[in-house]
């Protein structure tokens, strides 16, 4: 079965743009969340999404949004970026309930 | 505000010794745990998962699970250097997100 995928692996941008990222998740599996790691900050959550429904959201500003679609693929979207916005963005999927786990490659975002 | 506390590091073991990994997590409701591996640079792999008290061993690897101590551990027998790596514990309590603790980083020394 094959693995979480994420897009783009590695993205350079300027300060003010924005961007997209996507994720597909194991097959069958309907829940996919969202998390930023940046080395000071550990893992910190962005958003999850089950069955094209936002189920929950982080602390993150309104910059940062999401979206599921209906093959459970999901995109999250950063507007305005700003330096500090810099970071790994791992993408996790999940059969939903509570239940394991698994991490996409991730795509690391630099903003210059 | 749900918390999973982990010892930052680094863990130094030497190679072929018993490396022991603790966490411990706020919610007294939290239902499923888990342990991730995580090497530099790279993302986070899912070890171990537990859900109920008690010991779970799958290889070198055991996880044990004490709810009335709110307490989660990982052991790795006949540690290697390529068990080197951050260890991240992670704790779900129904409905909300996954609560990651900041991870253990291990070094086993050859």
């Known amino acids: 079965k094959a693995g979480v995928t994420q897009t783009p692996r590695y993205l350079i941008k300027t300060r003010g743009q924005q961007v997209t990222l996507s994720c597909s998740p194991i097959s069958g599996h309907r829940s996919v969340s969202w998390y930023q790691q940046t080395p000071g900050q550990g893992l910190q959550f962005l958003f999850e999404?089950?069955?094209?429904?936002?189920?929950n959201k982080g602390n993150f500003p309104g910059r940062f949004s999401g979206r599921q679609f209906s093959n459970s693929r999901s995109e999250m979207n950063v507007s305005t970026l700003e330096l500090g916005d810099s970071a790994l963005y791992l993408c996790a999927s999940s059969s939903g309930g509570g239940r394991e786990q698994y991490f996409g490659p991730g795509t690391r975002l630099t903003v210059t | 505000q749900k918390e999973v506390e982990q010892n930052s590091g680094p863990l130094s073991v030497p190679e072929g010794a018993i490396a022991s990994l603790n966490c411990t997590y706020s919610?007294?409701?939290?239902?499923?745990f888990f342990w991730y591996r995580q090497y530099s640079g790279k993302s986070p792999e899912l070890i171990m998962s537990?859900?109920?008290?008690g010991d779970k061993e799958d290889g070198r690897f055991t996880a044990q699970l004490n709810k009335a101590s709110q307490y989660v551990s990982l052991l790795i027998r006949d540690s290697q250097p390529s068990d080197s790596a951050t260890y991240l514990c992670?704790?779900?309590?129904?409905?909300?997100?996954?609560?990651f603790g900041k991870g253990t980083r291990l070094s086993v020394i050859a």
């Open positions: 919610d007294r409701g939290s239902q499923s």
């Open positions: 537990i859900y109920s008290n």
């Open positions: 992670a704790c779900y309590s129904g409905n909300t997100p996954l609560v």
């Open positions: 999404y089950f069955s094209e429904t936002q189920r």
